[in-house]
């Protein structure tokens, strides 16, 4: 990630950040929250306080663990908030608009991502969080250990425990399909 | 076991990927962002800034004493700062707009900064320079590249939208041809001898090509637009006469501030003339409008935009030509519009930040 800041202006950084993360960004916050329209704005304050940051004349190192990390401490503040509203009310004001080649691949696009946000919901924060990285933002073992400052090992066992209580969930699902 | 690779994951993994940002959905992002990032410059240059100035020492130091970005925001061409208020805090909102009506929007007002910062180069300084005479080079050549810009923006949009592309080239011509026609009245009076200066030509050629040139593009689509079939012209002049009508009672608040505020009366006059003509125009483009004279009124709005906007310009030559202390420094970037309003009787031009219009896809 050094080519985003390495002789650029902050603007510069940001804008090439910016096309870079904002649709993986907006993945991760989508899966997290289940709403597009709270996944848009954790987007924008993503960048708006990493822009803060830069404009203080203060470097980073590696664009995307910073997004990440400032994202998901933006995740877990919009759930605090949000905490009172019942997960029927959070899942009616999803607006799912995946944008696919095809109506077929639409649907079963829609079907699919509509499985693992009903799987996340059953997971703690901690094991949505890994789900959603390895498997939404399809990021490497190595990478989601770079990103949460933890061992690969340490990432690896959790992400081991938290597919081993997903599969239970997935399992008669799939033997119904 | 769960394998890490097995069917159900790799689907879902292929379905997560296909949630993503419309290009809408970016793009109003992107401007939203571009808008915080104007009014949140950085407090300090970095990176290549630091670098560069960091070779001269005592230069960094007081640099960074300075609220650099801040501080660059009054700056004119030929001052230590000016290089970052056009090389930085400028293009932190050129850069972001998305390409077409915002950016367009965004090179019309820097285009409207240029020619303020040129007419606070003619009554700032009595006597030309060899350091004036390049900055004055630099910053014509400035204005002529941010005119293009808008011009090549207009090329982009004019097929999608062309009542849109005639509004932001009227805006362009506008703003081009009321700071030639402020020069031009300091050919009367007492401050002609300003206008004999090579710096003053200079500047003054410019205008005056750059006005040519928007004038001949600008019929041109205008001639497009009146050939539509549908109401798209009648919307435009209705548009048109709506704004110059707010414009005209701003201009009027102007004179008012600045009469409360200067004694030369004979300026304030003037503006006022000025003034009674353009609302003169602006009452006859109405009539045409209600008579479905929709050319005729389209024209009428131009010129009552063009010497109402030629007032303010008017007023800051004339008023602001006696040194007065400097207001302190922006903490925004901020550029001016041609339609901006704020109290002439100071040194710097009026100042206010960019509003860059949403891009429809």
Known sequence: ???????????????????????????????????????????QQTFMKTW?????????????????????????????????????????????EPVAPDSTTVRESQDAAQRLIEELKRLNEEAAQLVTLRYVDDLAVADIARLLGETENTIAVRLHRALKLLRTIAEPKQDHD | MTDLNNDHWKELTRAAQAVRLSAAEKDAL???????????????PT????????????????????????????????????????NLN??????????????????????TRRLEEAEEIITKNEVDSPEQERSVTELTERLSRHVQAV?????????????????????????????GEALALLDEGPDAEVTRRPTTATIRQTIERETATAELRQEDLKK??????????????????????????????????????????????????????????????????????????????????????SVKSFLNLKLNSKPEPKPSATSTVATSTATSTAPV?????????????????
């Not at chain 1, 902050?10 to 329209?37: G, I, K, M, V």
């Not at chain 1, 004349?57 to 905490?83: C, D, P, Q, S, V």
């Not at chain 2, 571009?34 to 949140?40: I, Q, T, W």
């Not at chain 2, 400028?90 to 285009?111: C, I, W």
């Open chain 2, 30 to 44: 992107k401007q939203e962002l571009s808008g915080y990032l104007a009014a949140h410059p950085p407090r300090l």
């Open chain 1, 52 to 96: 803060d940051y830069l404009a203080q004349g203060k470097t980073i190192e590696n664009f995307r663990a910073f997004l990440y990390a400032t994202a998901h401490n933006l995740i877990i503040n919009e759930r605090k908030r949000r905490r009172a509203l019942s997960l029927e009310t959070v899942t009616e004001n999803s607006d799912w």
């Open chain 2, 90 to 111: 400028e293009k932190v909102v050129s850069a972001l707009a998305p390409a077409g009506k915002a950016r367009a929007n965004v090179e019309v007002a820097l285009t």
């Open chain 2, 345 to 361: 009787a100071t040194s710097t031009p009026p100042l206010e930040l960019v509003e860059i219009e949403a891009e429809e896809n």
């Open chain 2, 224 to 309: 497009d637009l009146l050939a539509r079939a549908d109401a798209s012209a009648e919307e435009l002049a209705a548009e048109q006469i709506e704004e110059i009508s707010d414009h005209l009672t701003e201009v009027n608040k102007l004179i008012n501030t600045a009469s409360s505020t200067s004694d030369d009366s004979a300026t304030i006059a003037q503006a006022r003339e000025k003034v009674a003509a353009a609302q003169e125009l602006l009452d006859e483009a109405i009539s045409q409008a209600a008579a479905g004279q929709t050319p005729d009124a389209l024209e009428s709005t131009e010129a009552s935009a063009k010497t109402a906007a």
């Open chain 1, 1 to 43: 990630m050094s080519s985003f800041n390495e002789g650029h202006r902050p603007e510069t950084q940001l804008t090439a950040a910016f096309d870079s993360f904002a649709d993986a960004l907006f993945r991760h916050c989508y899966f997290r929250l289940n709403d597009r329209e709270a996944a848009k704005d954790l987007v």
């Open chain 2, 151 to 179: 011009q090549t923006e207009i090329d982009k949009i004019k097929d999608e939208d062309l009542a849109g592309a005639l509004k932001i080239g009227s805006d362009l011509e506008v703003t081009l041809s009321s700071h």
């Open chain 2, 47 to 86: 990176f290549t800034f630091w670098k560069h100035f960091a070779q001269y020492g005592t230069v960094a130091a007081l640099v960074l004493t300075l609220s650099t970005a801040g501080a660059a925001e009054t700056s004119l061409p030929g001052d230590l700062l000016y290089g970052i208020k056009v």
